[in-house]
């Protein structure tokens, strides 16, 4: 059961969340929660207001550290700072554009932190929205509109509020497990904000490979899709053996050296680079120390 302390903790996350959404009503829907709740909350009310759960999967999304936990501090390494670059060109210009690149380099970290920092900016993992009306809906809900109603409105009303708003940017991870009526929707909530939205689509190979595959076969609604996310794969790691070693070892340094740790050699060689396993050293650190107070 989480203590006073933790849901403090928490709470204020949500009071530093709230001045990237519009209206606390819109924060509420997004929070998975209902505004009376999230006024008690802003109040100062911990007790009884939420379900463990509900503080949890607030604490998730926000990124807030929690007991022994230690927030992942954001370094500047290449995958960070080129991602980072696309989505402000993205986001600033109402653009579109794909990337394709290995697992474990940071893809996931940076787009989640670009959007915890910017206004009108929401991330999707496309695993867990697979379908057209999942997929739609969990997009709306980051918005903070209302996703519970049919399915026509729900669409039409994140049309509407895409249109209304400054400069949206809607990041999609995991694209490459979008089923082919979510990639068709895809294309037609494009058309609909044309201009008026940024997009970046996220995905390891399997994303390349899926849209090459349906490229070649004529599949509806792939050409037509790749040419708006600007018809190439952008990429970040090196070609070549030895200069994709050198990029991860560089990288593993760099987010060891910001979160405070020495034993680089050491942290490679139980990550074999993955920075993603590197997040999870870190907490498992954290909290041995936590653990020896």
Not at 54 to 60: D, H, K, S
Not at 112 to 136: E, F, G, M
Not at 181 to 197: I, Q, S
Not at 271 to 284: A, F, M
């Amino acid at each position: 059961m989480l203590n006073i302390t933790i849901k403090q903790q928490i709470a204020n996350g949500l009071k530093a969340e709230l001045a990237k959404f519009p209206s606390a009503k819109k924060m509420a829907v997004a929070m998975g929660i209902n505004p009376a709740q999230l006024s008690r909350i802003m109040k100062g009310e911990t007790d009884g207001v939420l379900s463990d759960a509900n503080w949890l999967g607030i604490a998730r999304r926000l990124n807030v550290a929690i007991g022994a936990q230690q927030p992942i501090v954001a370094a500047s390494t290449p995958t960070y700072e080129y991602i980072t670059a696309q989505l402000e060109m993205c986001q600033n210009g109402s653009l579109s554009a794909m990337l394709c690149d290995y697992a474990g380099i940071g893809k996931t970290f940076t787009a989640r932190h670009y959007v915890r920092q910017h206004k009108n900016a929401i991330y999707v993992d496309c695993s867990q929205a697979k379908s057209k009306q999942k997929l739609i809906m969990a997009i709306a809900k980051e918005f903070g509109v209302d996703y519970t109603g049919r399915y026509s409105d729900v669409y039409a009303d994140l049309v509407y509020y895409l249109r209304s708003i400054e400069r949206p940017l809607i990041v999609l991870d995991e694209a490459g497990d979008l089923d082919y009526p979510a990639t068709l929707e895809l294309k037609a909530l494009w058309n609909a904000t044309e201009y008026l939205c940024g997009w970046y689509l996220m995905g390891a190979d399997g994303l390349k490979a899926k849209f090459d595959r349906q490229l070649h076969n004529k599949k509806v609604g792939y050409a037509e899709l790749f040419r708006r996310f600007g018809e190439r794969y952008q990429r970040i790691t090196p070609e070549g053996k030895e200069a994709m070693e050198e990029f991860k070892r560089r990288q593993i340094a760099i987010v060891a050296k910001a979160n405070g740790l020495t034993n680089v050699q050491e942290l490679y060689h139980k990550t074999q680079g993955s920075l993603t396993r590197l997040y999870i050293e870190i907490q498992k650190l954290t909290q041995a120390a936590y653990g020896t107070q």
